[in-house]
């Protein structure tokens, strides 16, 4: 691993694997992949992840650890997920605040309910997690449609349960726009709502627009032009934090893609100084 500050990042999707192996260092900082696509992969894919590790560093964002969830962690998969992350130096590892597993795997993304008790038991899960994984991880806001049960709000619960885990914050920007449109909060309250010390990378991607009034988070177009202001406000608040464009499916030419990256790198140089209120 090259030791390099990391502020502008890619998702590092099999689908990409050609042109990001023909990259040229320097147009991106860093690389993220998902462990579970990786983990105990070797041939041709396994040798190609090598290649990229060695001229990249990598960050890691987790699809299924079920933070939410009530079947007991996978203490086996956090084993082999730690193994992994000290293999390829990870420093940045980040999970979905989410679950998406009950006996058996949802094949999705679920809100957790936004209660009290919810925090209590997400929080102990993040904790356990931290210590079999001997690193401290970071939560991801995801994106939701049918609202969970709310004794709270979602920023609330957020905040308590990164108190109480004291576990760090991915920030999803386009999530907050999502949530904030379909919801109806205020996107700039939100982000000037979390603790600034808590958020140790950010992601970008894009949505789409089913209706004025309904977002969907995709992964699968370019960042839209609101998402970008939120974006240039986030730097504002939380500094040049480690950021990664995700593009899951659709994937245009490489050239486009590192044109988002370029304008992330943009606004973090622009608006990423001292943090502000």
């Known amino acids: ?95 979905h605040l989410s679950y998406c597993s009950d006996d058996g795997h949802l094949y999705d993304l679920l809100p957790i309910p936004f209660t009290e008790e919810a925090v209590h038991h997400v929080s102990a899960r993040i904790r356990q997690a931290q210590d079999l994984l001997g690193r401290r991880i970071a939560v991801e806001n995801i994106s939701y449609y049918a609202a969970p049960y709310q004794a709270m709000s979602e920023l ?32 700039h309250a939100f982000l000037a709502g979390i603790p600034r010390e808590r958020v140790v990378g950010m992601h970008v991607a894009g949505h789409y627009d089913e209706a004025p009034d309904l977002k969907v988070d995709t ?17 504002e608040r939380f500094g040049a934090q480690p950021t990664v464009l995700e593009r899951d499916f659709n994937y245009p030419p490489l050239a486009e893609l590192l044109a988002e990256t370029a304008r992330i790198r943009d606004l973090q140089q622009r608006h990423g100084g001292p943090r502000h209120g």
């Open 156 to 187: 609330d619960f957020i905040r308590a349960v990164l108190d109480e885990a004291d576990c760090d914050l991915l920030l999803d920007v386009n999530n907050v726009f999502v949530n904030a449109c379909n919801h109806r909060y205020e996107a």
């Open 1 to 95: 691993m090259i030791d390099t500050p990391l502020h502008t990042g890619l998702g590092l999707r099999r689908g990409l694997l050609p042109e990001l192996l023909e990259m040229q260092a320097g147009e991106v900082d860093f690389l993220e992949c998902a462990p579970e696509n990786w983990i105990g992969v070797g041939g041709a894919f396994g040798q190609k992840l090598e290649c990229l590790a060695e001229r990249f560093p990598i960050a890691c964002h987790g699809l299924s650890l079920s933070l939410g969830g009530t079947a007991p962690l996978d203490e086996a998969f956090l084993g082999l997920t730690r193994r992994f992350l000290d293999r390829h130096q990870v420093n940045l590892y980040s999970e």
């Open 219 to 235: 992964h699968g177009a370019p960042v839209k032009e609101d998402v970008w202001a939120l974006f240039a406000r986030a730097c």
